[in-house]
């Protein structure tokens, strides 16, 4: 018997696992460390990113990680799930690049501009970076389907990315969800995919 399929079909399903893996145990870490900091009394707050002091460079990376109660980790789940997904699909290498990226400019503006006395902590900065880099991913790259993407992307999220850019808005960082998306918006040029070929369909016999 003779069959035709196309080459990558498996690489693609495995493709998909490996971003939903990645993307569960993410925000599985999310809650777990929610739950340590509520058991330990807060303690992991002290981690979270206080504007101008240069031992707190430190914290960018894990006040990313950090929420000031449950509800706060929540708001941030679905978002950060699906965004992360769709941005992990184009390769986890590639993923974890654009999210370091993100997760350090977003925490460097959180640290220059917000202001003081404040602590801030949490993962919207990179859901803001993840709507940023999808947005513009498939126009920089020429790919239908990722433009397809963006635009579904702008049209479910949109109105609440600008909501949390402005400036009056209380009791949220908008300097780290502006740094945040314009860092995701770099990465789709810095990370983009160069050269891409078509492949030769495999012909078992």
Known sequence: ???????????????????????????????????VD??????????GVQPREPAELLDV?????????????ASNTLPLLVLGFLAALGG????????ALIVVAGGLGVWLLSPSGTNTAGASGL???LFGY??????????ALDVVVGVLVAA??????????????????????????????????????RGRTPRTPRLPV
Do not use: K
């Open 92 to 99: 986890i290498r590639r993923f974890l690049a654009v999210a």
């Open 38 to 47: 509520t058991v330990s009394g807060h303690a992991l707050d002290a981690y």
């Open 156 to 193: 479910v999220w949109g109105g609440s990315v600008l909501a949390g850019l402005a400036p009056t808005a209380t009791g949220v960082s908008w300097q780290g969800h502006l740094f945040g998306l314009a860092a995701g918006v770099a990465a789709a040029f810095v990370f983009r995919v």
């Open 1 to 35: 018997m003779t069959d035709a399929q196309p080459a990558g079909t498996t690489g693609g399903t495995g493709r998909v696992r490996a971003a939903a893996l990645l993307m569960c145990a993410w925000i599985a870490l999310l809650w777990v460390l929610e739950a």
């Open 127 to 129: 859901v803001f970076g």
């Open 61 to 73: 990376v894990p006040s990313a990680f950090l929420h000031f109660g449950f509800g706060h980790v």
């Open 134 to 143: 999808l947005l513009v991913r498939g126009f920089v790259e020429r790919r």
